[in-house]
Structure formats: C-alpha cells, structure tokens
C-alpha cells in the first residue's frame, strides 16, 4: 500500500503542505558528490492516462537504468494541457491521482517531479508531486495563474516549496512562477521548475535568454522542462534546458521533438552554445508538430485542401502533405468562370510538384443555378459581393460533400491579416476542421512559402510572383478594396501584437485613412471570427482566442 | 475642479482604501428619520460611455427632484457588461473614469452608488462607487470572482466595505460577494449590492428567495440593483428590489424591461407579494429582449428565418416577429425533394398567419447541379449523408445570399438537444448571425411553442402535432437515428445541467445503450459547437460558452 495522495487532496488540506511536511520523511539515498538528473520531455494526449502514464513509467524506468537521482517532467504530465473544465471534473482528477499512485509503484530509488492538476477545497490547482522512494511525498503548486486557458479552471496555491532531494536542497517552482515570483531559490542548490508554455513565435530564443540570465543572478543550476507537442490549437516546442549557476547551459532538449536527457549537475559539463533560431522555420515546424499531432491524437488520416492557385492554399497543401504525407492529402480546384486560367494551371502545377490526388471541378454550372433559383428574391438587382459569397459558399459546399463522402479533414485556408479585417466568407473560405495559417499575417505567408521551396520548387514561383486576388470577380485584385499587405501588415501588427492606439500608428507615420479604416474592418469582423474554426497558434495573440472583445459594443475594438 | 479619482486608480492603492478613508470627509445631509432610496434599474450598451452616461445622469436627476438620499445603480453600470478584455484597456478604463466625474458633477444633494471597472495596479478590478455631495468618495472593490466571463479580466479586490450615507451606515457589497462573503452587513444598517447577474431558466424566483432570506438572517434592509437587457448572447433581466430586516419585499422592479422606483425605507411600507413565475413567458421574455437588443443595440433592423415547416423555425420566426414586428422579418422556405408537402404548406401558413413576406425558392436545380458537378469525385457511391449536407447547405448558401443582398440578419433556428448531439450540419443548417433557441432542449421549444399560441393559434396545429424530421432523405424521422425526444432530453439533462456521470443516469432507470450512445454523441459534436454562432443564453450551462472541454482529448465529456 502506497502513500495516500487523498491524505492531501481531501480538502483545503492542501494549503498546509507546509504544516503537514512532518509526515514526509525525507529520504537521502545518494551522496552530495553526484546529482544526476533526467530531463524527459514528452508529448502527452489531453486525458489519455493510459498513454501518458505509460510514457512517463518508461521515462523513470530509463532514468533508472541510468542510475539517476531526479527525473523531472513537465506541469500538467499526467493529464495533458490545456485541459479547460475537465479541471474540475472530480472523476478526471480522480484519475490523475490514479495515474500518479501508478507511477509512483515505479519509482524505487529514484525521486520523480511529476505535474497532474490535484483538488484543493472545491477548486483546483496545478502542482508538481515529488515522488521518492516510491512515496509521494509532497505537492507543490503554482501561485501565479497567468494563461488565459488557466485563468478559467485553476486557482492560485501557495507556491515555490523546497525539498530535500540526494542530499540538496532543492526549490520546485511550479510553471510561470519562475517568472513572476520573486522570492525562490534563495536558500536552494537548484530550481527545478516543470511548465507547459506553448510556442509563439520567437519565444524559444526569449525562453532561452530569459532562464540563462535567471541561472545566472539567482546563482543557481535551473533545470525546466516543457510540453512537446500539439493540442488542438495550442503548439508546445519542447526546447527544456538546464542551465548551470553561471547560466550555461548543460544540457539543451530538442525543440519540437520528444527528448531525454541526462545531465550529472557536479561533472565538468562543457557549456554548450545556445542554437541560432530561425524564426521561419520555427514556424514551419510548429505548424507541422501542431497539424500532425491534430491529426494523429483525434485519429484522422487524410486531409483535403480548397485550392484557388494562390498563395494561402498552397503553403496550407504544402504543409499537409509535409504533416501527413502526399498519400493522405487531396486537392480540390474549385474554378469559376471569373478564375484566371493561370490560377487553375498554378495550382495543378502544384499538385504534380506534390504528388498528390487532385480534381479540378468548376462550380460554374451550381452557380448558374443557384442565381437562376435565387431569381425571384435576387433578379434585377446588380453583381455585388452576394454573388462573391455564393461562389465561396459553393465551395465549401463541395469540398464539405468530398470530407463527407470520404472522411477528408478540411483544411482551412486563411490568414492572419485576412480574418483581421474580415476579408473572407463567412461559410465560404472562412471554413475548415482546424486553421493552419491563421494566425500568419500575409507577409508571414510569403516567408514560409519562401522556406517551404528552400531546396527546391515545390510552390510554383508564379504563385509567389503574382498579385492576390479571391478572383470572385473579373479582373478583382486584393488592392481593389485593401491597401497593400504589406501596409495592412504593419498596421494590424502594431494594434493587435502591440497593443498600440490609432493615434500612435498614425504618429509613426501611416495613413490616418487607413489606419481608421482597418480599425474599423477589425471590430466590423469580429462577429466572422467568433464562428471561426480552432487556430494553430503561432502567436501569443491569437485572432479569437487571445483577444476576446464583445460582438455588440460602441466601443470598437478598444485601441 | 472635482475630486480626482485618480487618487485611488493610479496604482495598488485601491487594495488601501481603508487606510485612506480620512481623505473622505463624511456629508451627513439628511435625518435619521428618513431615508429615501432610489433604484435604477437600466439597460446599457457595452462601451457606449455616452448614452451609458446619459441614461444615469437622467436618473440622478429624477432621483434629485423626488429628494431621494441615495441612488443605487447596478454593477459595471457605466461600461456595461460582459466587456471582455475591453476591461484591462487603459483607455476603455479612462473613458469609464470620465463618465464618473461628469456624473458626479450632478450629484448634488445626492448620493450615488455606480459600478465601474477601475484599474488596480496592472489589473482591473469591479468596484462600486460611492458619490456623494459631488464628490467622488470611495470605490468598494468586488472581492469574489465568479463568473466565466469575469475570471479572464478581473482580479479580487477586498470586498464590502461600511459607509455613511444620510446618517446611516451602508454596507455595500458588490455583485456575488453577498453570496459568498459571510462576514458583512454585521454593523450597517442597511445593505446595498449592486449585481450583473444574467437571466437563467429559474434564476428571477431563486434571487428573490436567496435575498428574502438574506435579508432575513441579515436582519438588515437589502438593495440589489441588477441590470436589464440583452449583450449579445448574456440576457440581464432586471429583477431588483429592496428587501426589509423583516424579509419582506418593499419595492419591485419590473422583470426584463428598465424601471426606477423609489421607496423610503422608514415609511410603512406594505409588503409586495412576490410575483408568481410562469418559467416558460419568462423565457419567452428573455428571449424576446435578447433578440431585440442584438438588433438594436448592433444596429440591426431586418431577420430573415429559413422555414422548414418544422417547430425549431416556427418558435424562431414567431419570436422574431414579436421581437422586430413583422414588416422586418423575411422567411425563406426552401424545399427539396424529399420535403414533404405538408411542410412548405405549414410553413406558408404560418407566414400567413405572421403577416411577413416570404419566398418559397426550391433547392432542387442547385442540388442537381451540384450532385452533377461533383461526379468525377462522388460518382458511384450512394446516397448518405453527404447528400444530405449538400441540401442543407444549399439552404445556407441562398439564405446568406438574400442576407448579403439586402440586410437581413439570419437568425440560426438549431435547439440544445440538436446541438448537444450533433445533429445538424455545419454550414448548414447550423448557421446564423444569432441563435435565440439554441439553448432551449426540444421539448421546452413545444412549450414556447404553446405559450405563442396562448391566444391564437400563430404556429399551425399540425407544426406542433407532427413528428420532427430534418427530411433530407425520403420518409425521414428524427426518431429514425435517435432516441425519442423526451428520452434524449431527460439524458442530456442530467449530464449537462446536472453534470450526472453515465452510471448514475443509468442507475436512474435510463437504457445504458442510449446514455452511453448520447455521451459519445455530445463528446463527437464540440467541433461543431466551436464553430456555432452566439446562442442566448436561457439556462446556466449554455454549450460552448458554458461548457469548454477540449477537441482533442482522449476523455470524453468529462461526465
């Protein structure tokens, strides 16, 4: 019979850890000449505790083969993340206390810091258990509820504790109160401090900065250790580290990929040099980690992609065919009469250059008879963007009737700066089981279409050359109605990613007409977004999800 | 030059207000003998500082020339709310802050109390302030953070606080801080609590019991002010009153429309009986308010409905005309070929009977072009529900056109147990710019149903007496892929409203193939919810919003 979690978990119990600490003995089975450390980063499925258990047991059981002191995984292990209101499902955190008693049974002479979300009162709260000895010892939670998916479902504890662990004393510190508490470490020989924060790009760099410099002025080795792997929307990149009390770093775990390391903290470790990002292809492979695990942990297999021959489309049935291989992905040409036949032939071009199963269907004969039937309430009046609509609606009836026939995943097609300003059809192209690009201005696009053909042709150069156009009517150019992207780019990075008022865009020198006018297609389009399909977020501020302002409002979108 | 409230808004000095109470001199204007109170109760627009303003400085002003002592306003009355992240907007808070001087500058000889966001640090908290002799004297800061939408912006503050107001000494306590606070009102002589509360089925008798009884145990005469009115898919129905230390109700405001009554609390004040709830009129009102603050609170004048001669699109249609009155409601019957006579002749009678233009505008060319189009990839198989998704999504593709062309609103027409299980298509029939019924179980749309006939019949018999039936393929029942309604509902109500595990629902008496059947169905079905429009919200467990599990996940509901 193990040590009873419930003995804390019952109650409001949990606040007093420390009061309690008597009923942990502490347990010193190594000497202070060696602390060997395991560093496991895994990619776990939201509320898969067989898999995620089964992950983790194998993880303790290498490191002991290693003859290991502490295996560190990260916040929120056991249950996955974000696991939004199953937080306070008391069956789901009955099972994550399962899974930690389970885990335990394995863990003999060796200590494991484990995260699992555990009950405090009537609330719930994100801890890391230390395990030694096959005992669960202790919880320790986070204080600092900063996420937003968090803010939701948890509640603050105490946080940073210390625990005796191979004769050190060692301070857990769970997720970000490493950033936001001032007060740890102080009386530690090291921090160990598991988290689950998702990829945004150029964090990786920043996290990596940031710990460095934390090592270094706290004077103490840190050891962190993140999620890998996607969840819906949310792109965790891995990327733990330990870095030494002179804030090198010892020991650097892959980005983007499961990792296992060990690191003996008192050998003469070289210090290795930090890797040089590149922010494109941190992109490139986040959106792949993220579209693949969407794939794989809901069990889907094929994807089919929209495909109009410009830019959008074909980075999306690119980074499909990179995700799920040619073999799972299907294009479908949808051309109207207003296509240019360059578009078709583009994107044709493309489909060779993949590999993969394409149709070219032209929706002209359903679009005749729509506008034929929709006679009596349409006739007589003029081609406006109703008839732009019907075209993009056609569309996503088609490619919906191929998902359905067949168990194609849609891919949504959009970006960044289109949904910001509502250029898209709501039913139309707006549609798809999971947005890919979404959170990519259109300039981003272009940077990873960019790397995409970095070995060879694989978008057709005149994609990348010609002008955009949703070509919903002759000759229509995006610059008809938008300025140039490379305008509404600035613009929508200063006020979304930046926070920054009109005023003080137009005092950098744009155009106050269009700073106005893409403020007011901002708010005018929130109501589109609201109905938009889940995001890979590459950002950390996510259109829909990280910025939520209400539909119906005077106030517009509050810069 | 009035009292600056910056004072207190410019940094965490708001968490030491108390300390700072000797910067409040005490304005004792009125005997002990009488004490007259005005409640307002309004409905705002969320971020309309402006009319906001207007609204509150008229009521002031009224309140001034009965010689009324003080005027209590609701909770985050002068933003309005639910605002989102527009609360932890510095300039969204200014605009707020300027709104409470000018109406101070109106308080003369009066007291008021008013709910605003202000800053605390680099956070937001909701506070209550206290305006008397023009002055602002005092915020009183909410300390229990509840709801869904407050916990992502707002932080605790401390909670009640004591005042003098006209010789007595006021506890004010802001919003669900009178639920969850046990330790207030002890030395005041009265209790005022300005609230946000939103309507729910059976919230309006359950308040006035709750605060019956507060007022009550208390021992002290209690003022709640709500506010009244639709925010997008968030429905306020008002419902204030004032209590006395005996329980009993003094003063009455009306249910989901504005009202000002004023009542001196040392009169002899007849106790008011406490309205009777009729549960179903009151979520006919609801739904009544949400629909026409939607329309007019965005600007909205006209709705078109897509009829299938089913009771979802009657009760939709039906409420759209007592919402907007008949001459803006358009409906737009669509017919396939496996659409029954029967139906397009409801349909047109009940168009008849509501006195709204309509079009009957058959899918039949559209779906053979389509059918036509798309052989190359469907050719060969046979008839499943791709082809049933291709109807309805027709249907989505013409409504939206008449839509775009003209301006109407489409007003989705899905139920809760619909939506609960899945059924309905996505971009189909599952489309809209607002969904009024999407939170009503099918067998509380009969009821509304009935209740719109109360007088005469609007919603023909036979709509009301036929068995559902999406009819996309031919003879085609609900009943042919679920259980019956009355089944489904029971079952979905205890998993969700009453967050009951399977084996209880099957320990209760329900067949276990069904319950484990519905959980896997609602478990499949989020997708679908993600990407729905804003559902009024009639129940405390709205899907989507209310209920967040993740879409990749490997647990389940969670029940």
Chains 1, 2 share one sequence.
Do not use: W
């Not at 740890?184 to 921090?191: E, F, K, Q």
């Not at 938008?482 to 005023?503: N, T």
């Amino acid at each position: 019979m193990f040590f009873l979690p419930k003995v804390f978990l019952s109650s409001s119990e949990v606040s007093n850890i420390e009061e309690k600490s008597y009923l942990c003995p502490i347990v010193i089975y190594s000497d202070l000449l060696a602390m060997k450390i395991a560093v496991a980063q895994l990619n776990y499925t939201i509320g898969d505790f067989e898999g995620n258990k089964t992950k983790i047991i194998e993880a303790v059981c290498r490191a002991k083969e290693q003859k290991v002191d502490l295996v560190v995984f990260a916040e929120e292990a056991i249950n996955g993340t974000p696991a939004y209101d199953l937080l306070n499902k008391v069956t789901f955190l009955e099972r994550c206390e399962d899974a930690l008693v389970e885990i335990a049974s394995h863990c003999d002479n060796i200590a494991v810091i484990v995260g699992l979300p555990i009950q405090s009162g009537a609330s719930t709260i994100s801890a890391a258990a230390l395990i030694q000895n096959r005992r669960i010892m202790r919880y320790v939670g986070k204080k600092n509820i900063v996420s937003r998916d968090d803010k939701q479902n948890l509640v603050p504890s105490k946080g940073c504790e210390y625990v005796q662990i191979a004769g050190r004393k060692v301070a857990i510190v769970v997720g970000q109160d490493i950033y936001t508490e001032q007060e740890y470490g102080r009386y530690a020989d090291l921090i160990v401090n598991p988290i689950s924060i998702p990829y945004a790009r150029g964090i990786v760099e920043n996290r990596y900065t940031m710990y460095r410099k934390l090592a270094y002025t706290k004077g103490k080795p840190v050891v962190y250790v993140n999620h890998v792997g996607g969840q819906t929307d949310v792109i965790y990149d891995g990327s733990s580290a330990v870095f030494n009390s002179k804030g090198e770093a010892i020991a650097l775990l892959r980005s983007f990929e499961e990792d296992f390391v060990v690191v003996d903290l008192d050998a003469d470790n070289k210090p290795l040099p930090i890797p040089e990002q590149n922010k494109t292809a941190n992109v490139f492979r986040a959106m792949r980690l993220g579209l693949r695990d969407y794939f794989s942990k809901n069990g889907f297999r094929k994807a089919c992609v929209a495909m109009s021959g410009g830019i959008d489309s074909a980075v999306v049935a690119a980074m499909a065919v990179e995700a799920l291989g040619a073999e799972n992905v299907r294009l479908l040409m949808m051309p109207s009469q207003f296509s240019t036949d360059h578009s078709v032939d583009d994107a044709v071009k493309m489909a060779e250059n993949l590999g993969v199963e394409y149709n070219v269907i032209p929706i002209t004969e359903a679009y005749k008879a729509i506008t034929e039937t929709m006679k009596p309430v349409l006739g007589g009046t003029a081609f406006d963007v109703t008839e732009e609509n019907i075209q993009a609606r056609i569309r996503c009836t088609m490619i919906m009737a191929l998902s359905n026939k067949y168990g194609y995943i849609v891919l949504n097609t959009s970006n960044k700066s289109e949904s910001a300003v509502g250029y898209g059809t709501l039913y139309g192209d707006d549609i798809g089981s999971i947005s890919i690009a979404g959170d990519l201005y259109k300039c981003e696009i272009y940077d990873v279409a960019r790397y995409i053909n970095r070995e060879k042709e694989i978008i057709p150069e005149n994609i990348l050359l010609k002008a955009p156009s949703a070509e919903l009517h002759p000759g229509q150019l995006d610059t008809d109605s938008l300025p140039p992207y490379e305008v509404i780019d600035s613009i929508l990075y200063r006020m979304i990613e930046e926070g920054q008022h009109r005023e003080e865009i137009i005092n950098a020198g744009f155009n106050a007409e269009d700073v106005h006018r893409i403020h007011s297609m901002l708010v005018r389009s929130e109501y589109k977004r609201y109905q938009f399909c889940p995001t890979l977020r590459l950002s950390t501020c996510p259109l829909g999800k990280g910025i939520v302002i209400p539909l119906t409002s005077k106030y517009g979108f509050g810069y």
